[in-house]
Nanobody
Framework: QLQLVESGGGLVQPGGSLKLSCAAS????????IGWFRQAPGKEHEGVSC????????MYEDFVKGRFSISRDNAKNTMYLQMNNLKPEDTAVYYC???????????????????WGQGIQVTVSS
């Protein structure tokens, strides 16, 4: 059974950093495209970053470019989102996602992703 469990969220001051982790179980993460979405109160899910399963495509939304970095550790079957220079507008629930069919591209469409974590709160406030 595919399972994703996020950790590492919390409260941070503007300009601070957090590293989200997402531990996968029940499948081999290396074979999947991976990504992170977020949802702020009253808003739709929005894509933050993704990597195709082949690794040939990596995407970041404009609002996080240069500040966030996505990665995976295949030996640990875990994916990460390093978030630096956090801003109050980054406050949201963050979700890790995986897709079995996105090989050489990744996508901002939520329907493309087969598995979702339970979500973890990130709050940026002074």
């Amino acid at each position: 059974q595919l399972q994703l469990v996020e950790s590492g969220g919390g409260l941070v001051q503007p300009g601070g950093s957090l590293k989200l982790s997402c531990a996968a179980s029940g499948f081999t993460l290396e074979k999947y495209a991976i990504g992170w979405f977020r949802q702020a109160p009253g808003k739709e899910h929005e894509g933050v970053s993704c990597i195709s399963s082949s690794g040939t495509s990596t995407m970041y939304e404009d609002f996080v470019k240069g500040r966030f970095s996505i990665s995976r550790d295949n030996a640990k079957n875990t994916m990460y989102l390093q978030m630096n220079n956090l801003k109050p507008e980054d406050t949201a629930v963050y979700y890790c996602v995986v897709s079995a069919h996105l090989k050489d591209v990744c996508s901002w469409y939520v329907q493309e992703y087969d598995g979702w974590g339970q979500g973890i709160q990130v709050t940026v406030s002074s």
